[in-house]
């Protein structure tokens, strides 16, 4: 299936719902599961620092350090298995990410709270491409301004959700806290960072 326009003003949304199959989604899953350092990032939440409510491990090529949240991450090394999504990914987006940041949701309790990928590494119109795999998950985004637009997205295991061109200029986004009885949930948030020799000369 390909990647279809989900519509909403002022964003450029394509998603597909089965973009990997059954069996890749869960070999997939079980190998970030077992492979990845999971860890527990330290965050800026009013003021404070605190754990974020998730497991995270920041990867991507030596260059693509990020900073969000208050705090500077340099990438882990990129797991093997990896490797053909970014290929596919990179025929799909027409970009080339040198970064994903993974998040493991361990249950309903596990949330990422309302944001904007709007990091000055990423550029005034980063395309981020959100791939889900385990239990799904609502995916919120609401408009910056306050006037009203809102969204919902059932994120199934397997799909593909871009965001691309304006969206993060004026959509914050988030994933709540559900109490229904969910699994396990991995996101993998591909990004393409702007390295130090990319990065535009200050004025």
């Not at 593909?160 to 004026?170: C, I, K, N, P, V």
Request: with cysteine.
């Amino acid at each position: 299936m390909p990647l279809t326009s989900v519509p909403l003003p002022d964003a450029d949304l394509a998603f597909d719902p089965t973009w990997l199959d059954a069996a890749q989604a869960d070999a997939l899953f079980a190998a970030l599961l077992a492979q990845v350092p999971w860890e527990t990032h330290r965050i800026r939440m009013f003021g404070r620092t605190v754990d974020s409510p998730r497991l995270s491990c920041w990867i991507g090529d030596p260059e693509a350090s990020y900073r969000y949240s208050g705090t500077r991450f340099e990438p882990r090394p990129w797991p093997q298995v990896l490797a053909p999504l970014r290929v596919r990914l990179r025929e799909a987006a027409s970009i080339d990410f040198n970064s994903v940041l993974a998040n493991l949701y361990r249950d309903g309790r596990d949330r990422m709270g309302w944001h904007s990928d709007d990091e000055p590494e990423l550029g005034p119109r980063p395309t981020i491409a959100s791939i889900s795999l385990g239990a799904p998950r609502r995916f919120l985004l609401k408009r910056r301004d306050g006037s009203g637009e809102r969204l919902a997205l059932e994120l199934p295991h397997g799909s593909l959700l871009l965001m691309r061109g304006e969206t993060q200029r004026h959509y914050r986004h988030a994933l709540p806290p559900t109490a229904r009885p969910v699994g396990a949930r991995i996101n993998l948030t591909f990004r393409a960072i702007r390295t130090r020799q990319q990065a535009p000369a200050p004025p």
